[in-house]
Each structure stands twice: as structure tokens, then as C-alpha cells.
T-cell receptor, first 115, second 116 residues
Framework: AQKITQTQPGMFVQEKEAVTLDCTYD???????LFWYKQPSSGEMIFLIY??????QNATEGRYSLNFQKARKSANLVISASQLGDSAMYFC????????????FGTGTSLTVIP | GAGVSQSPSNKVTEKGKDVELRCDPI?????LYWYRQSLGQGLEFLIY????????KSGLPSDRFSAERTGGSVSTLTIQRTQQEDSAVYLC??????????????FGPGTRLTVT
């Protein structure tokens, strides 16, 4: 089974609108971390936001927030007030256990912001 | 401070040749990861180093792939007898290891390998 599933290969959003990128995960660990990364066309991987499995509050970082639904094993990324510079690939990732070796990455969602 | 650096940024090689890719992690980061990203795809885990522990090589696709990390810092990924399917961007990342598990990875710019 896939550890991380991103079901939206491509998404479009109007500038200034909010968009939700879906991510579901699969783990039997009680302790894990969830991450979102942005990869613009330049290829660099940029960390956006982190959610720990024991965090009770949804993580927020500026215009990014993580909608963490533990029972559903989902960790959707919400981008508010989309900007043209948000156009990029977005990857959801998980690290199992407190010091798990591997980061498991999803296949990514390509977001295009339309002016 | 300085981020993760990788060299070369681009490498074109002929099928059958060996290549070495280098990664300089962020100073003080004990964890180092190698990934492969084929065009339009996600990240494929290759290998993980943590301090002096034995590396996790479970992601290496074949015995043509190997990696070393000298002195707990610089790492070299070696691909022997390259094949065309090895063409991809090879990304290196480093991180701290925190008891909270929240340590994020910092990625290098990648090495784009093209095997002709």
C-alpha cells in the first residue's frame, strides 16, 4: 500500500482564491510527522509546513495551513489567497516514528494559479 | 548560513560509464538522504545516513548504486555502468534528528544526470 497518496495530479485555482491539496497517509505508528514541500519549476524543494501526529492544533504558516484529520488519516494543505508564485508542484511527505529513517513522498500535485 | 550543496549541477555521461555525485550537507546535520526524481515524478528514496550508524540502503535500485559518507559530512553517490534509465535528477537532503520527530529536510539543488 502507498504510504502517501495524492489523488490530484493537477489543480487550477484563480488568483486570490483558496485551494486545498489533498493528501492521505498510511501508517500504523502512533508517532509520525507530516510535511508539505513546494517544488517550483526551478527544481528546488522548499519546506512549507509540518504537523506532528500528537499536535492537537492544525499547523499554520502564513498563507499555508494543514487540515489534519487524524481519524481519516488525511493531511490536506490549504493555501489561502493564492498568488501567481504559488504555481508549482506540491509534495506531501511523512516520517514514521520519532526518528524514522525514511521520508515517504507522494507523487505530487501540480498547482497552476490563473490570473 | 550555507545550505545543502550538490555537484555537479548537470552531468551528461555515456551509457556504461561510472559517475559520482557529491553532496555537502548543512553543517551540524547528522542525517543525510539521497533521492531520485525522474521527469514529472515524485521522489524515490535511495539511501539514508544517520551519524555513525549503518546506512539504510533499502531504496537503492540495484547493486550498481552505492553511496558513502565520509567523516559524517560529505556524501558521494556512485552509479556504476550507467544505464539510460538512470537519467533523473538526484536530490540530496540533510536534517537534524530531533526527539520530537519534527526535523524537516533541507534539500540541495540537485544533480541532473543524463545518460546517452
Amino acid at each position: 500500500a502507498q504510504k502517501i497518496t495524492q489523488t490530484q495530479p493537477g489543480m487550477f485555482v484563480q488568483e486570490k482564491e483558496a485551494v486545498t491539496l489533498d493528501c492521505t497517509y498510511d501508517t500504523s505508528d502512533q508517532s509520525y510527522g507530516l510535511f508539505w514541500y513546494k517544488q517550483p519549476s526551478s527544481g528546488e524543494m522548499i519546506f512549507l509546513i509540518y504537523q506532528g501526529s500528537y499536535d492537537e492544533q492544525n499547523a499554520t504558516e502564513g498563507r499555508y495551513s494543514l487540515n489534519f484529520q487524524k481519524a481519516r488519516k488525511s493531511a490536506n494543505l490549504v493555501i489561502s489567497a493564492s498568488q501567481l508564485g504559488d504555481s508549482a508542484m506540491y509534495f506531501c511527505a511523512m516520517r514514521e516514528g520519532n526518528t524514522g529513517n525514511q521520508f515517504y513522498f507522494g507523487t505530487g500535485t501540480s498547482l497552476t494559479v490563473i490570473p | 548560513g550555507a545550505g545543502v550543496s550538490q555537484s555537479p549541477s548537470n552531468k551528461v555521461t555515456e551509457k556504461g560509464k561510472d559517475v559520482e555525485l557529491r553532496c555537502d550537507p548543512i553543517s551540524g546535520h547528522t542525517a543525510l538522504y539521497w533521492y531520485r526524481q525522474s521527469l514529472g515524478q515524485g521522489l524515490e528514496f535511495l539511501i539514508y545516513f544517520q551519524g555513525n550508524s549503518a546506512p539504510d540502503k533499502s531504496g537503492l535500485p540495484s547493486d550498481r548504486f552505492s553511496a558513502e559518507r565520509t567523516g559524517g559530512s560529505v556524501s558521494t553517490l556512485t552509479i556504476q555502468r550507467t544505464q539510460q534509465e538512470d537519467s533523473a535528477v538526484y536530490l540530496c537532503a540533510s536534517s537534524l534528528v530531533l526527539s520530537s520527530g519534527g526535523a524537516k529536510q533541507y534539500f540541495g539543488p540537485g544533480t541532473r544526470l543524463t545518460v546517452t
